[in-house]
């Protein structure tokens, strides 16, 4: 394979689109669909007693209303369990509408149709809807008292709990495992709830033309949508076309499908024969979406005097939110990847998911693996403290080492597969990253912290994507997938692997992702899965092609397909500048023709003698035209891994907290784009950041989410970030052909570790829960300098 | 997000402004940068929306000796570029980004009453007024009302619903006088959880002619205090005396008892560095002599 693209920082090919306000996104779209809005429950748990629309049916363009009542059945169903798995025992999901009870602030009541999104908003002002308040459950500590319900038949508000334990070498449980070592430690850690936020919130625009429905959808996954849809609707799958457009951010929010609006805009455009549009505004989207991270950890670990785990027991607390569409993956994330780069001896994790009167919680980047991170390299910190240890050394004698690849860490991962790590060199990892930020020459004081974190990242998780590559007789590359972009440099990085693999200029090829027109069988765009995915299915469907386009140019250079070579999209005797056929005339001959259109075509035509008169122009067996489709479908996911460290500075005075120095080396095995990867560490490590430092989901006692605007919920600003200083190991993945790992989430995943572990060095006492302000830092001095009590 | 239902008007001249903000109920527009978010998410319905963006004589900049009068539609980014006031636009720099900055007004932001915002600090720590015009009937009226006149509570000034601000006017700061804005904001141009907007003046012996501060965030209006006399030039002393007069509260982002801490903090730094500004500008004004 030729090397000549496949590694290079080529610059995106979407940006100059992009960036220049050429992008096309949802409510690009559609200008004369009907808007569609909708009444969301201004309580956090309240039956409904009565709707009265009456008093909206004068407002001027409006088209219809409808609430639960005027569903069809199997519109009005629940929302599907997108991911069961047996320790959900009571999964619950909502109604597109509610239907008499609603369970968070935010969740839709009433669907409305007007000629435009100013009408339409008028008339959910208008609409009456009497509510008979409950209580509410708000908070992890309130919901397990269990004297109040989210769903009634949910007993002590417990949807799922699961147990794993895996005993050490010598087969002792951790509980054993902890009681006999020489050291033990117990403490509780906090991660308040966050959010994806993406720049764009989600929407969606359907036309029915009387037979056939085409959707638009702000989605990570176009084709779960058609087949959701579909469904729902009761539509043939050929008479339902996703698209996703070009989609501003997801970060995970957008893989929740289908969401109550791509069923109900579908099922209102065929209603009423009309385009109907729906864009989500900032405030639904903090209300009425997804929220993540939000955990309690209860934690006991024994240790023996060289810093080394011989047991960890775990307690997790995690907060679902009112609805569980997404299972439990997020728990089952944090569960499995806390374990990180180490060899732990006994382990035992368990986890109880809750149901609260909140917005539901479901993957955002990093997906629970940020909670179990901060819950390890919180411990590796402590144990080091306590042992007046070196806090890289504590890790580097838990490191799983190089030559013990394949590691089995026992457990099951959130793929239903083992969780084995397919490569990796942990030990030079951490060298290489105490080296580029200086950890040994570092001169500590108060005020002035350095911290680490490390951590391991499953990757690429199955079961498959495909890839379809076609030459047109212009010598043009179609390359299509499945999956969806929400700006992660796909349309590059796909075609570098393209032209990498067929020999041609990057400029001939085009990739289109998310159009199910395109593509009709795919997974999605989440979990760091895309590059392993798409980009191997897509190498080996133009290795397909590659080889066809070899066997037709041998036939027409009297040549052994062995010894061609494509160069510069012409096909060639390895090494010999002799004649040489380009791939737009290959594909030309691979499609016998009866009608020519023009010179390159008529090559093709019947009388041409191009091909021979006594076999047929399609021989058994093979197919018209140079194209060729192939699907990758792994045995289990890869592990990418990445260890951070920081350098900050707490004021003294006002405990304002900076980061000075940000440092990042990452293995994602073999690199497609080393630019793109290190755009993803960039935009990972911001949103880590405002995770460590600045955001959080703020719940008052009944259920109203405070800070529900860009005003109030603080996602940091170019000024708040550092600049990110980044080293690359590449240690390639046995598992697939092109040997690479996911990187999607990598940035975002050990920051609160990070700074944490740097706050902590900075002040000298512990740093247990996350987000941390300034306010609260300067109440730990307080408590600490013994003047405010304490106490959680 | 999208507004209720309003008539808009765009009044070419004042007296057409005047006489329209008379005979309706309406908000005024100028930036819009606090205004259209809350319209649209419909905290605000106000049936009519008077824009002043087009009326040409509140485009005015003013510069004399005295200060200088900043008509109602002169943008943060203008007023920052061309006031030559330098405590107004050390202040200026601390307004949120310049996007909000090339679209939000002066005059708006004091009508807003904010109490976390800097502009009315800066305006009451000078002891500034904000000039109020009104139809009568016949003809505009106009009124100077002083800043400790002007921001009555959070997010109230004292313009009537049929006034209009038409300028503000920031004193001119006096010989060998020094200033200061420190403020802390969780994010770079956020609102600050508090903030201590200083000036000190000097007097020709070099003791202290003069010290007030205005603190930010920190309780319903402007919270402007006289600190000539206080602790007896130990500045640590006066601004802990300071922190124990204001009255601020708890929010999501900080503590009542953390903003205290901040006042105390903040002030000291201002006080120290205004006073050391007015000790240089009192020895360039004897260089110079």
Known sequence: ?792 | MKPPPFEYHAPRDLDEALRILAGVRGKVLAGGQSLIPMLNMRLAAPAHLVDITRVASLDALERTREGVRVGAAVTHARAEREGGHPLLTRALRLVAHPVIRNRGTVVGSLVHADPAAELPAVLAVLGGSVRLARWDGARGQVRDVPAHEFFVGPMESAAGPDELAVSAFFPALDERTGHAFHEVARRHGDYALAGVCAVVTLGEDGGVAAARVACVGVGPAPVVADLTGAGAGDWALAAAALSRRVEPEDDIHATAAYRRHLVAVLAERALKEAAGLAERASKEAAGGA
Not at chain 1, 437 to 460: F, K, M, S
């Open chain 1, 1 to 792: 394979m030729s090397t000549r693209l496949f590694g290079e920082p080529v610059r995106r090919r979407e940006d100059p689109r992009l960036l220049t306000g050429q992008g096309r996104y949802l409510d690009d779209l559609g200008r004369d669909a009907l808007a569609a809005a909708f009444v969301r429950s201004p309580h956090a748990s309240a039956r409904i007693r009565d709707v009265d629309v009456a008093p909206a049916l004068d407002v001027e363009g409006l088209v219809a209303v409808y609430t639960w009542e005027d569903l069809p059945e199997r519109i009005g169903r629940p929302l599907p369990l997108l991911i069961p798995h047996p320790a959900l025992t009571h999964g619950r999901t909502a109604h597109p509408l509610a239907r008499d009870v609603v369970r968070h602030v935010g969740e839709p009541v009433v669907m409305v149709v007007a000629s435009d999104r100013y009408a339409a908003e008028d008339a959910c002002a208008l609409i009456e809807v009497d509510y008979e308040p409950l209580t509410p459950v708000v908070g992890l500590e309130r919901a397990v008292r269990g004297d109040a319900l989210v769903h009634d038949d949910v007993p002590g508000n417990v949807g799922a709990h699961l147990v794993q334990e895996v005993p050490g070498a010598d087969g002792r449980g951790a509980a054993e495992a902890i009681e006999a070592a020489p050291h033990t430690l117990a403490f509780r850690l906090h991660i308040e709830r966050s959010a994806s936020t993406p720049l764009e919130g989600r929407g969606v625009h359907a036309r029915w033309d009387g037979r056939d429905l085409r959707v638009h959808s702000s989605t990570q996954t176009s084709t779960s949508v058609r087949m959701a849809v579909a469904a729902a609707l009761g539509l043939p799958l050929p008479n339902v076309e996703v698209i996703a457009p070009d989609v501003g951010g997801g970060f995970g929010v957008k893989i929740v499908h289908p969401w109550p609006e791509e069923i109900l805009v579908p099922w209102a455009a065929m209603t009423l024969g009309r385009e109907v549009k729906w864009t989500e505004d900032r405030r639904e989207h903090f209300i009425a979406s997804a929220h993540e991270r939000g955990q309690i950890q209860d934690v006991r670990v024994g240790f023996d005097d060289d810093g080394r785990v011989l047991g960890l027991d775990v307690t997790i607390l995690h907060d679902h939110g009112a609805y569980t569409p997404y299972g439990i993956i997020v728990p089952i994330v944090t569960s499995t990847q806390l374990l990180g780069p180490y060899k732990i001896g006994a382990y035992r994790v368990e986890f109880s998911s809750v149901y609260t009167n909140t917005l539901q919680v479901t993957p955002y980047r990093g997906a629970g693996r940020p909670q179990g991170v901060f819950c390890m390299e919180r411990t590796m910190d402590k144990i080091a403290r306590h042992l007046g240890k070196d806090r890289a050394e504590v890790r580097a004698a838990n490191l799983i080492g190089p030559d013990e690849f394949p590691y089995d860490q026992g457990m099951t991962f959130q793929d239903g597969r083992p969780l084995v790590y397919d490569s990796g060199d942990y030990p030079r990892m951490l060298r290489m990253l105490k080296e580029l930020i200086g950890w040994d020459d570092h001169v500590g004081r108060p005020g002035l912290g350095i911290g680490l974190g490390c951590y391991v990242e499953g990757t690429g998780v199955g079961p498959y994507e495909g890839g379809h590559v076609q030459v047109t007789s212009d010598g043009r590359v179609h390359v299509s997938t499945g999956l969806t972009s929400q700006g992660q440099g796909h349309e590059t990085a796909f075609a570098q692997i393209a032209a990498s693999e067929l020999g041609v200029p990057i400029e001939r090829v085009s990739v289109v992702t998310g159009d199910t027109r395109r593509f009709g069988y795919a997974v999605g765009t989440f979990a760091s899965r895309a590059a392993v995915m798409s980009g191997n299915a897509i190498a080996l469907a133009c290795r397909k092609v590659r080889e066809k386009a070899l066997r037709i140019a041998a036939d027409a250079l009297e040549a052994d397909p062995a010894d061609l070579e494509i160069v510069e999209g012409e096909v060639r005797v390895v090494g010999a500048p002799g004649p040489a056929v380009p791939l737009s005339t290959v594909a030309v001959l691979a499609n016998p023709l009866r009608y020519a259109f023009d010179e390159e075509t008529a090559k093709a035509t019947q009388f041409s003698g191009a091909a021979p008169p006594d076999r047929p122009p399609v021989a058994e067996g093979d197919e018209p035209g140079l194209e060729g489709r192939d699907y990758y479908s792994p045995v289990r996911s890869t592990f990418a891994a990445g260890m951070h460290a920081a350098v900050v500075e707490t004021d003294p005075d006002t405990a304002e907290i900076r980061v000075l120095r940000y440092a990042v080396v990452h293995d994602c095995g073999r690199l497609i784009n080393p630019m793109i990867v290190e755009g993803q560490i960039h935009g990972g490590v911001a949103q880590g950041i405002g995770g460590a430092l600045y955001e959080r989901m703020v719940y008052d006692e009944h259920g109203q989410l405070v800070n529900a605007s860009f005003m109030d919920f603080l996602m940091p600003y170019a000024t708040e970030i550092p600049r990110v200083e980044t080293a690359h190991l590449e240690t390639p993945s046995p598992l697939n052909p092109l040997g690479i790992k996911g990187a999607g989430e990598a940035g975002v995943i050990p920051v609160s570790a990070v700074i944490a572990s740097a706050v902590e060095d900075a002040e000298g006492f512990p740093i247990d829960r996350m987000p941390l302000s300034p306010s609260e830092l300067y109440h730990l001095r307080l408590r600490h300098a013994g003047q405010e009590p304490g106490g959680d």
